[in-house]
């Protein structure tokens, strides 16, 4: 229905976006949160999870492409991928862009929100809802990792709201145990982080908590527009340190072989290379090498 009101993000108290409504598409509560998908002037069609922006058909590519071809293409040979939240679809699209992967594990809590993205958002995802090396499961992704065999995947990407509500168990000690568990030997678990600028606790506890369970733990940085407070950091736990420097002409032809470059329209190569290069006001919330 049309509306032409005003939404008010409420993620911060005191800052925030506003977005001018053309078109109020559709407004549910499910049972983990309260969904509202409208049609911007500015931006496409947006989703709000609790009153906070999710997702814009506009600037979604930047938050998809670094979640997704970043750790895909610094492992090199991820066959098995976890997705876990990503209700949306975007991640599950990306991730089967690369072809030596066999199989895409997608687990998301609310099926509310992949109906709804599906009617409403049907570009973000794409045909990826229909791959046959898709698995979609509405279901818990706490109890999905805890009850997964080990060394099941090489990569586990986990695209949640930030550690309040639905998203709150996927920070913490018995999920980052599980995961490295269900992970391969080089396996790697990517996350967001919060925009540190505003969240800094978000990305230091988690880096902290993550430590105990992987080798080598850092955050590689992205701009998107639409979450407020400037970079958002995506955080990095690894097995093996060495993928997080992997060389460039590596990433190169690795995303050449995959059909990626000239793709993408944030991701490259260099911009791969560049976002693990932190300023120090992010670096410092990080643990000790």
Same mark, same amino acid.
């Given at each position: 229905?049309? +509306?032409?009101?005003?939404?008010?993000?409420?993620?911060?108290?005191e800052?925030?976006?506003r977005?001018?409504?053309?078109?109020?598409?559709?407004? @549910?509560?499910?049972?983990?949160?309260?969904i509202?998908?409208?049609?911007?002037?500015?931006?496409?069609?947006?989703?709000?999870?609790?009153?906070?922006?999710?997702?814009?058909?506009?600037?979604?590519?930047v938050?998809?492409e670094?979640? +997704?071809?970043?750790?895909?293409?610094?492992?090199?040979?991820?066959a098995?991928v976890?997705?876990?939240?990503?209700?949306?679809?975007?991640?599950?699209?990306? @991730?089967?862009?690369?072809?030596?992967v066999?199989?895409?594990?997608?687990?998301e809590?609310?099926?509310?929100?992949?109906?709804?993205?599906?009617?409403?958002?049907?570009?973000?995802?794409?045909?990826?809802?229909n791959?046959?090396?898709?698995q979609?499961i509405?279901?818990d992704?706490?109890?999905?990792?805890?009850?997964?065999?080990?060394?099941?995947?090489?990569?586990?990407?986990v695209?949640s709201?930030?550690p309040?509500?639905?998203g709150?168990?996927?920070?913490?000690?018995?999920?980052?145990?599980n995961?490295?568990r269900?992970?391969?030997?080089?396996?790697?678990?990517?996350?967001?982080?919060?925009?540190?600028?505003?969240?800094?606790?978000?990305?230091?506890?988690?880096?902290?908590?993550?430590?105990?369970?992987?080798p080598? @733990?850092?955050?590689? @940085?992205?701009?998107?527009?639409?979450?407020?407070?400037g970079?958002?950091?995506?955080?990095?736990a690894?097995?093996?340190?060495?993928?997080?420097?992997?060389?460039?002409d590596?990433?190169?032809?690795?995303?050449q072989?995959?059909g990626?470059?000239?793709a993408?329209e944030y991701?490259?190569?260099?911009?791969h290379?560049?976002?693990?290069?932190?300023?120090?006001?992010?670096?410092?919330h990080?643990?000790?090498?």
């Open positions: 229905m049309p +509306t032409d009101s005003w939404i008010n993000e409420t993620l911060y108290p800052w925030g976006q977005f001018r409504v053309k078109r109020e598409l559709a407004r @549910v509560k499910s049972d983990f949160q309260d509202a998908i409208f049609e911007s002037y500015t931006h496409g069609r947006v989703m709000v999870l609790d009153g906070v922006i999710q997702i814009t058909e506009g600037d979604e590519f938050y998809q670094m979640l +997704t071809h970043v750790p895909l293409l610094a492992h090199g040979e991820a098995n976890l997705i876990i939240g990503a209700g949306d679809g975007g991640v599950l699209r990306r @991730v089967l862009l690369h072809p030596n066999k199989r895409a594990v997608m687990v809590i609310d099926g509310e929100v992949i109906r709804l993205a599906k009617e409403f958002l049907p570009k973000i995802a794409g045909d990826a809802w791959d046959p090396r898709a979609v509405v279901g992704g706490i109890d999905y990792v805890k009850n997964a065999p080990d060394n099941a995947f090489d990569v586990i990407i695209d709201t930030d309040i509500g639905v709150e168990v996927l920070f913490t000690d018995d999920f980052y145990r995961c490295a269900i992970l391969t030997a080089r396996g790697l678990i990517v996350n967001q982080c919060g925009v540190p600028f505003m969240q800094a606790d978000e990305l230091h506890d988690t880096s902290a908590r993550r430590r105990r369970f992987f080598h @733990v850092t955050a590689y @940085v992205a701009a998107v527009p639409t979450y407020v407070g970079f958002m950091t995506l955080g990095w690894a097995k093996d340190a060495a993928l997080a420097a992997t060389p460039i590596t990433i190169h032809a690795r995303a072989a995959a990626l470059l000239g993408t991701w490259t190569p260099e911009i290379a560049g976002a693990f290069n932190l300023p120090p006001y992010i670096a410092r990080l643990p000790p090498a």
